[in-house]
């Protein structure tokens, strides 16, 4: 995840989009790197301003959390609507002040700092797009880079880390993990290309069940997902109190929904009854032709005695 000066952009791993930034060099876990952030530096917070930054699903848990609102409010006092890279898949990032700065910074620093956004921990860091460019559920290597803009006056301290131990000290791994799912729902829509679309409602759940986890949870338990979907009596307790407990299975879910995967049984009797629908669907348009076909029959035979009629010698 990475930002760029000027049209600086940040958000899902590999949407830079300032190639001139980023030192042509595939990094590993081992890789070493030298950087350090911290007030001292005559660039302190300047990353902060003229980027964008996508926001996970985890990320939106923790800042609203943080800042003690509900996903509602959140929403629409910090984030406006994006579309995720290269996707019909909506999502979020945040809503810049009208001086163009994140509007959790101050000169003294972040404010949600240990609630800030998995773009914000990896930078200098950007890590290549999960799967991207390969088939669906083709394993590829994952591997860094280096982003290095000249305002950035971190690369000329002296503290040096390997990749592994600026993932750590970000504690990059487990927000990593917990926003696999939606990393993996963005890849599998890509694979697609353009040629499938997602409906809009297809769009609205995507979203609701990523950025919402208020609304998400009230959607399970309050309409009649349940009557359709199997859950089990321990996944339902965690989900009802549980924000993250409610992420994992929103994935479940999603990758159910719009992906066809086995991730989340639709109930036996749920299947009988649209089987049933189908077939008496498909029962009320054989009826529907069989009635055409004999009105296109009666007017046939009309047509004949009309022009058997009209050719009558006189």
Known sequence: MTAQNSDRKSGVPGQDKNPSHIMPHKLTLDSKIKFHCHPGVSCFTECCGHIDIILTPFDIIGLRKRIGIDSDEFLLRYTKPVYIQKTDMPGVQINLTKEGRCPFVTEEGCLVYSDRPSACRYYPVGMAD???GTQEEQDTEKFFFLVKEDYCKGHEEDKVWTIREWLADQELDRRDELNKGWMELVMRRKSFGYQ?????????????????TEKFRDFIFNSSFLSTYEVDKETLEQIKEDDIALLRFSYLYLASSLFGTDDLKIKEQKIKERVKEVEAKRGNAEENAKKLYDELQQDKEMMRKRLAEKNKPV
């Open 130 to 132: 999960f799967h991207e």
């Open 196 to 212: 499938a679309t997602l409906s809009e409602q297809a769009q609205k759940m995507f979203f609701m069940a990523t950025t919402n």
